[in-house]
């Protein structure tokens, strides 16, 4: 099994796509902690693509909720969490 690290697997994501389609499994790194697995898929795995029910023509016309309205600084809740992590 190969390890490769984020930075170089965007930068050579076609050379390790092609080494997956070989039957190579990869292990994906985050700063030298595997996050997720990279494997071939198999014809007879269950793999199914769905159209979504309801197709949009445009984003223009996709309907979005209404924004939040809080009364609060969120700014000031993710400078706490920050510092709290290191």
Do not use: F
Not at 18 to 31: H, K
Not at 42 to 47: A, E, H, L, R, T
Not at 63 to 80: C, G, Q
Request: charged share 25%.
């Amino acid at each position: 099994m190969k390890a490769v690290n984020i930075a170089h697997l965007k930068s050579h994501l076609s050379q390790h796509i092609r080494e997956v389609r070989g039957g190579r499994v990869l292990t994906v790194l985050d700063r030298n902690t595997p996050v997720a697995r990279l494997s071939p898929i198999n014809s007879g795995d269950d793999v199914v693509i769905t159209p979504p029910a309801d197709p949009v023509s445009s984003l223009a016309k996709l309907k979005l909720p209404p924004a939040a309205r809080i009364n609060t600084d969120v700014v000031r809740y993710l400078l706490e969490d920050r510092q709290k992590r290191g």
